[in-house]
Each structure stands twice: as structure tokens, then as C-alpha cells.
């Protein structure tokens, strides 16, 4: 069974790094194919793509916020992480993680998703 | 990286078919079969429902059917049910080996 879970802080003030860990199970990122990607959903608005690692730690990051994100995995810990510099209200959200590489680009599961409040 | 055009809102009764559209451009929807579609219940995660444009993971209802044309991709859910009410979501590879998703559709099952 495919599992994926992502923690970190639930608050976080404005200007501070912000580091979320998505913890797998179920397979390796070591396969040939396989990624990890960061997606976040502010309160009441769609989803909006963050940042992938790949098997091979080719990583791939959101245009509009690639100055402030970085992405990286502990393959022994089966773990991807995520830090995002310069914490605004607007990155008021739930993030999650997920899994693509099985069923062609797709996001094929999905981990609970971690709220993450900014505000001083 | 814009997002994708979605409907905000569409509406169905009980056993009837609707049909959710998803707008980009070449670059994106209309460059690659690498459409997806996720169905999202309130303080749920999203949930694959079709994956490269037209094919059904295992387990989800043959209900659910996409298709492509152009920029515009397509979701139709057939036999409307009470459960089907929920926001609806469009992805879409693009050309910079980055994914962007449509700005979502809420179904109301009247």
C-alpha cells in the first residue's frame, strides 16, 4: 500500500523559512520513473503545482516562486522536503504531497495534506 | 505558468451528464496528453479520476470519461449521483516539465 503523509508546523511567522517533510511508504524513490511533487491549496481556492523531485534528484520548481523554494529527498528515510524562504500571509495554505510517475504525469496519490498558517 | 480556464460552477440532476471543460493553450493541454483530472471532496485531498487525457485508474466508476481537443480537454460524468457533488480539478503537463492545474469547478447535484 502506497502511503504518503506530510508534517511540519502549523504556524509560522511572516519572513521565516518554513520546512515541510513528506514521509512515504509503499515504494522507493529510487525507481527509475518515479517522483515526488509539492502542491499547495490556500483556503477556498484551487491547487497550485509547488516543486517535483525526481529518482535521479532532477528537480523542477514553479516559476513565480522558484527564488524562494527548495526541494530535496533522503531516499534512506524515504523522504522528500520542501523549504520555502520568505513566509507571507498569502502562502496561507494546505500542502500536500504526491506521487507521479505510475500512471503517466498524473498525481496518482495523494498524502492527507499539512495546514500551514502564516501570521504574526 | 497561468492556470487552466475552468468553469467556477456547474450543475446536474440525478442521472443526467454533464461535462466540465478545461481550457489552455499549446504549450500546455494542447502539446501534450498529459491531462488528468482529480475530484476533491470538502477538507479532502484530491483524488485521480482520469489520467493522460482519457484513461480511468482502477477502481473509479466508468462513469467518469475525458477527452481532448485542441487546448480543450474534457470531463463528462454520466448518471449523475449525490456523490459526485464536489470541486472538480484539470492538470496539465507543460513544456517546462512543470504541471499547472485549472482554477476548479464546483458540481452541484440538484
Known amino acids: 500500500q502506497v502511503t504518503l503523509k506530510e508534517s511540519g508546523p502549523a504556524l509560522v511567522k511572516p519572513t521565516q523559512t518554513l520546512t515541510l517533510t513528506c514521509t512515504f511508504s509503499?515504494?522507493?524513490?529510487?525507481?527509475?520513473?518515479?517522483?515526488v511533487s509539492w502542491i499547495r491549496q490556500p483556503p477556498g481556492k484551487a491547487l497550485e503545482w509547488l516543486a517535483r523531485i525526481d529518482w535521479d534528484d532532477d528537480k523542477f520548481y514553479r516559476t513565480s516562486l522558484e527564488d524562494r523554494l527548495t526541494i530535496s529527498k533522503d531516499t534512506s528515510k524515504n523522504q522528500v522536503v520542501l523549504t520555502m524562504t520568505n513566509m507571507d500571509p498569502v502562502d496561507t495554505a494546505t500542502y500536500y504531497c504526491?506521487?507521479?510517475?505510475?500512471?503517466?504525469?498524473?498525481?496518482?496519490?495523494w498524502g492527507q495534506g499539512t495546514k500551514v498558517t502564516v501570521s504574526s | 505558468q497561468s492556470a487552466l480556464t475552468q468553469p467556477a460552477s456547474v450543475s446536474g440532476s440525478p442521472g443526467q451528464s454533464i461535462t466540465i471543460s478545461c481550457t489552455g493553450t499549446s504549450r500546455d493541454v494542447g502539446g501534450y496528453n498529459y491531462v488528468s483530472w482529480y475530484q476533491q471532496h470538502p477538507g479532502k485531498a484530491p483524488k485521480l479520476i482520469i489520467y493522460?487525457?482519457?484513461n480511468r485508474p482502477s477502481g473509479v466508476s466508468n462513469r467518469f470519461s475525458g477527452s481532448k481537443s485542441g487546448n480543450t480537454a474534457s470531463l463528462t460524468i454520466s448518471g449523475l449521483q449525490a456523490e459526485d457533488e464536489a470541486d472538480y480539478y484539470c492538470?496539465?503537463?507543460?513544456?517546462?516539465?512543470?504541471?499547472?492545474f485549472g482554477g476548479g469547478t464546483n458540481l452541484a447535484v440538484l
Open positions: 509503499g515504494f522507493s524513490l529510487t525507481t527509475s520513473g518515479l517522483r
Open positions: 504526491a506521487r507521479t510517475g505510475v500512471l503517466g504525469g498524473a498525481f496518482d496519490v
Open positions: 493522460d487525457v482519457s
Open positions: 492538470s496539465s503537463y507543460t513544456g517546462s516539465s512543470t504541471v499547472v
